[in-house]
């Protein structure tokens, strides 16, 4: 079986998923989610643009059938041709389809085409800088070994063409580091496809847009999996698995037993979190588990409170809906939402929607406002970037200024609360404690994909449903304050 560009950035995500894809009984596969197809779709769309604005001639063998493809990207290449689109190329067992392969000095270099950051920036500045993302890295790894084994290679190097029109070079040169990546995740994926090894699978974020998400979690259910504790890593679980196989023998253990100091005796997990991840277990394995805080904290109470949170497509680069829901002196009816919607994609839609939510927030200047990540608060900064003549960056920090602003999902849920969820996320939590969206399939992927439809058909019952949704959020915020407000300090006992 020939190993693609396509397993080897799958591999990076998920080793399960290339077994399944593989081997998997495809009677067991979920639909793929319209979100997930408006992926592709722009993805397509955005490649079909980009090379529609390339500046050289090019051979187009896009639409050139397979048998065919591999034939002629060699003749191109033998031809010497600039720049070839679409082509496809192969090595032994490895089979590439890089988007774009330039001539240059000596060979020919691959480039993709990629509809997001060619550079993951977490933690980086915004414009300049971030790490190569490893899975565009393993992909343009296997072009550029392929080439290399064709003597067609003008060297260890490939480009991104992202998606704010950069040209990014992976670099490829260093043997400790890309190429190092890369051939690790080839030798895994050989592994795998050949059945010498089966990989276990893991819960994690990756997990709720996979085609495989049913069968995986039934089978992590059935086996009582370490990585449904919340924050417990697939690397933890492996790190873990010969001493503690389950979720029901973690319960049971004492903690005493495996602490050495700070550290335990499994690399990578200190004392302090295995000992959280051992109350997690615990109270999921626990008959009637509840909620409780890890250690005290105030929350100031406020006359007027605004539950806030916003919708974003990434795709399109636009903040398309800033919503609250606005309660008075604690009373539960009172409460009322406000949302400031971008009616087209457009930079003056996204204008009007920013600042009719600034004006609302200004007119409530005294309110203390919940909200659930930082996400907010680092959309405001950069929406405050875009349009500076609406506000200025000190007064986006004085919104989000602590003495009257609460994350609480980063300051209060991770630092002080434990619950019995699978993870920590606003539906888990609301939905613990009894909440319900409108909705049936509520998620922030999904609201992304109604705005697509509602842009492209105006259709207003998808409007209003993306409002409700919103509105739901908020509203599922006031509910996770109120419960978090009941929670009390647990004891050692009581923790179990």
């Known amino acids: 079986m020939a ?18 894809d593989a081997f998997g009984d495809p009677a067991r596969r979920d639909n793929v989610s319209a979100f997930v197809r408006l992926l592709w779709e722009r993805g397509t769309l955005f490649e079909q643009q980009t090379v529609a604005n390339l500046k050289i001639p090019f051979v187009d063998l896009s639409n050139v059938n397979e048998q065919n493809r591999e034939r002629l990207t060699l003749d191109a290449m033998t031809n010497g041709q600039p720049l070839i689109y679409g082509g496809c190329i192969r090595a032994g067992d ?8 330039r001539r240059e000095v000596g060979g020919y270099v691959p480039g993709d085409i990629k509809s997001g950051r060619a550079r993951a920036t977490e933690g980086a500045d915004e414009d300049h800088g971030g790490r190569p993302k490893r899975h565009y890295a393993v992909q343009l790894g296997l072009y550029v070994d392929v080439l290399e084994r064709l003597n067609l290679s003008a060297g260890r190097r490939a480009f991104v063409l992202d998606i704010q029109g950069d040209e990014v070079e992976y670099d490829f040169r260093d043997p400790s580091r890309l ?29 709720k847009l996979c085609h495989w998400h049913t069968a995986c979690l039934a089978e992590l259910t059935e086996a009582d999996d ?3 504790i919340p924050l417990l890593r697939r690397s933890d679980r492996d790190s873990m698995r010969e001493r503690i196989a389950t979720i029901s023998a973690f319960s049971d253990i004492s903690p005493r037993e495996f602490i050495r100091g700070k550290k335990t005796a499994f690399a990578g997990i200190g004392a302090d979190r295995f000992r959280m991840l051992h109350a997690r277990a615990v109270m999921l394995k626990s008959s009637s588990p509840k909620p409780y805080l890890r250690l005290p904290i105030k929350l100031d109470v406020f006359s007027i409170e605004l539950f806030f949170d916003i919708e974003v497509d990434p795709l399109r680069g636009i903040c398309y809906l800033h919503g609250f829901v606005e309660r008075r002196n604690g009373d539960n009816k009172s409460e009322r939402f406000e949302g400031f919607f971008a009616d087209e994609a457009t930079r003056g839609a996204e204008r009007d929607a920013f600042a009719g939510a600034l004006d609302y ?23 405050q970037q875009k349009y500076p003549d609406i506000c200025s960056p000190e007064y986006v920090e004085k919104i989000f200024d602590p003495q009257r602003a609460v994350d609480l999902y980063g300051d209060v849920v991770l630092k002080a609360t434990e619950w019995p969820t699978r993870d920590h ?21 999904a609201s992304i994909e109604w705005y697509d439809r509602w842009c492209r058909g105006r259709d207003p019952l998808i409007r209003q449903r993306i409002l409700d949704y919103n509105e739901d959020d908020c509203r599922a915020t006031r509910v996770l304050l109120d419960g978090i407000r009941a929670l009390t300090v647990a004891t050692l006992d009581s923790k179990s």
Request: charged residues 20%; positive net charge; glycine residues 8%.
């Open 94 to 101: 490895l089979l590439g389809k890089p988007d774009l392969l």
């Open 3 to 20: 190993v693609t560009a396509s397993i080897l950035y799958n591999l990076v995500e998920c080793p399960q998923r290339v077994a399944l």
């Open 425 to 445: 996320s606003i539906k888990s939590l609301a939905k613990f404690l009894g909440f319900a969206w409108r909705d049936i399939h509520p998620s922030g992927a």
């Open 179 to 207: 190429w190092g990546d890369y051939q690790k995740a080839l030798a895994s994926a050989r592994s795998i496809l050949a059945k010498q090894v089966v990989p276990t699978p893991g819960y994690g974020n990756v997990c």
């Open 361 to 383: 927030l200004n007119s409530r200047a005294g309110a203390g406002i919940y909200y659930y990540s930082k996400y907010e608060r680092t959309i405001y900064r950069k929406l």
């Open 226 to 228: 370490l990585t449904l």
